[in-house]
């Protein structure tokens, strides 16, 4: 036994010496590395899982935020201002007191055969003088009215914006100073920052907690929804219209007015609708005139209004309008009496892009605006 056993090894030794090496079974591959050991993808959006690392960690949050249009730092809206020289209205305006106040055919003339009832009273005047008996205004039409009232002083300047593309993500105004919360609902903590009146916002996500809806506005940021003019973009042509390329749309829920053309959105600003028992019809309309300026007036002594040079008007429904308020300092709520109101700038601007027969779609999509046709009759402003 021992004798084999030598011849064994020193065959082996000879084998070896000669550099012949004994057969080794294959080496198998080994098995794929598991998830804990894989390599992190850098911290970014991914949007479609990436194949040679793991979107881990900050890409989570981030990949969350892109996919409701959200970026750090965040994207501007693809917008500008109009140009500041549509909110020059070429008048002077005053308004009368809540008095009788009669039209003369000269300074300090004390006849008179007319008179404009006490009421909402705006009138255009050419020219002013000082008798040293007191103040009148000569009017657009050759009358004379003693100065029973002011002269407007300031017209609001505000405007919307236009677009060179149409935003990912909805935007809108807000329309007084509000708080910006860490979290949505009415106890949830403050960052310490607020919002100033008509502050353009985008809106990436809303949520209704505490029977309120919360609008998120960066991360981490929540703001009050119903304190915003939110502008929800659809740029698909209202029904009825027969896949027109141009309309404009008023929303009575936001108090907001949006413009597209070419199945693009290309202006939106706040508006002022009618205020509750003379609200804005809601429907499908187009525009029947476009008048420069115009006189409205309402001829019911309980609630009489007149109004001179009312500026870029186009007449849509009846005697329902969209046109400028230079009377109004503020929108975003309803005011009017049936009129969509935009400031002077706004209703320049539209009434430049606007062509008659133009598509305007009313529409509140809470559903709380009537439609009876019966509550629609009469003036409007």
Same mark, same amino acid.
């Given at each position: 036994?021992?004798?084999?056993?030598?011849?064994?090894?020193? @065959?082996?030794?000879?084998?070896?010496?000669?550099?012949?090496?004994?057969?080794?079974?294959? %080496?198998?591959?080994?098995?794929?590395?598991?998830?804990?050991?894989?390599?992190? /993808?850098?911290?970014?959006?991914?949007?479609?899982?990436?194949?040679? /690392?793991?979107?881990?960690?900050?890409?989570?949050?981030?990949?969350?935020?892109?996919?409701?249009?959200?970026?750090?730092?965040?994207? *501007?809206?693809?917008?500008?201002?109009?140009?500041?020289?549509? %909110?020059?209205?070429?008048?002077? &305006?005053?308004?009368?007191?809540?008095?009788?106040?009669?039209?003369?055919?000269?300074?300090?003339?004390?006849?008179?055969? #007319?008179?404009?009832?006490?009421?909402?009273?705006?009138?255009?005047?050419?020219?002013?003088?000082?008798?040293?008996?007191?103040?009148?205004?000569?009017?657009?039409?050759?009358?004379?009215?003693?100065?029973?009232?002011?002269?407007?002083?300031?017209?609001?300047?505000?405007?919307?914006?236009?677009?060179?593309?149409?935003?990912?993500?909805?935007?809108?105004?807000?329309?007084?100073?509000?708080?910006?919360?860490?979290?949505?609902?009415?106890?949830? *903590?403050?960052?310490?920052?607020?919002?100033?009146?008509?502050?353009?916002? #985008?809106?990436?996500?809303?949520?209704?907690?505490?029977?309120?809806?919360?609008?998120?506005?960066?991360?981490?940021?929540?703001?009050?929804?119903?304190?915003? @003019?939110?502008?929800?973009?659809?740029?698909?042509?209202?029904?009825? %219209?027969?896949?027109?390329?141009?309309?404009?749309?008023?929303?009575?829920?936001?108090?907001?007015?949006?413009?597209?053309?070419?199945?693009?959105?290309?202006?939106?600003?706040?508006?002022?609708?009618?205020?509750?028992?003379?609200?804005?019809?809601?429907?499908?309309?187009?525009?029947?005139?476009?008048?420069?300026?115009?006189?409205?007036?309402?001829?019911?002594?309980?609630?009489?209004?007149?109004?001179?040079?009312?500026?870029?008007?186009?007449?849509?429904?009846?005697?329902?309008?969209?046109?400028?308020? &230079?009377?109004?300092?503020?929108?975003?709520?309803?005011?009017?009496?049936?009129?969509?109101?935009?400031?002077?700038?706004?209703?320049?601007?539209?009434?430049?892009? @606007?062509?008659?027969?133009?598509?305007?779609?009313?529409?509140?999509?809470?559903?709380?605006?009537?439609?009876?046709?019966?509550? &629609? #009759?009469?003036?409007?402003?």
């Amino acid at each position: 036994m021992r004798k084999w056993l030598w011849i064994f090894f020193i @065959a082996q030794g000879s084998l070896l010496s000669f550099g012949i090496l004994p057969a080794r079974a294959p %080496t198998a591959t080994p098995p794929p590395e598991p998830d804990s050991g894989a390599v992190v /993808c850098t911290p970014n959006a991914y949007l479609v899982s990436p194949e040679d /690392c793991l979107p881990l960690g900050p890409s989570i949050y981030l990949t969350g935020l892109a996919q409701i249009g959200m970026t750090l730092p965040l994207n *501007p809206l693809p917008s500008l201002k109009p140009n500041d020289l549509l %909110t020059d209205v070429p008048f002077h &305006y005053f308004i009368l007191d809540k008095t009788k106040v009669p039209l003369l055919s000269a300074p300090g003339d004390v006849t008179s055969n #007319q008179t404009f009832p006490p009421g909402f009273v705006y009138i255009a005047y050419k020219d002013r003088i000082n008798t040293g008996h007191g103040i009148y205004y000569l009017l657009q039409n050759g009358g004379w009215i003693l100065g029973k009232g002011e002269r407007l002083s300031e017209i609001s300047t505000f405007q919307g914006l236009e677009f060179r593309s149409t935003p990912r993500n909805s935007f809108g105004w807000t329309f007084e100073d509000i708080p910006i919360l860490i979290k949505p609902g009415y106890n949830a *903590p403050e960052t310490g920052r607020r919002l100033a009146p008509f502050t353009v916002i #985008q809106v990436f996500d809303t949520k209704t907690v505490g029977g309120a809806d919360w609008n998120l506005i960066a991360p981490d940021q929540w703001v009050e929804a119903r304190k915003v @003019a939110q502008v929800a973009i659809n740029t698909k042509p209202p029904d009825g %219209t027969a896949n027109a390329l141009r309309w404009i749309d008023v929303n009575l829920a936001e108090q907001t007015l949006a413009v597209y053309d070419g199945g693009q959105l290309v202006f939106a600003t706040v508006i002022a609708s009618g205020l509750e028992p003379f609200w804005t019809r809601p429907g499908l309309f187009q525009i029947q005139q476009k008048k420069l300026t115009e006189t409205m007036r309402n001829n019911d002594p309980s609630d009489f209004y007149y109004l001179e040079d009312v500026p870029w008007t186009m007449y849509y429904d009846g005697s329902r309008a969209l046109h400028g308020a &230079y009377w109004r300092t503020r929108f975003g709520y309803p005011q009017s009496h049936g009129c969509v109101n935009l400031s002077v700038g706004d209703a320049h601007w539209l009434f430049n892009w @606007a062509r008659l027969g133009d598509w305007v779609y009313v529409h509140d999509p809470t559903g709380h605006t009537p439609t009876d046709p019966s509550l &629609y #009759q009469g003036g409007a402003y």
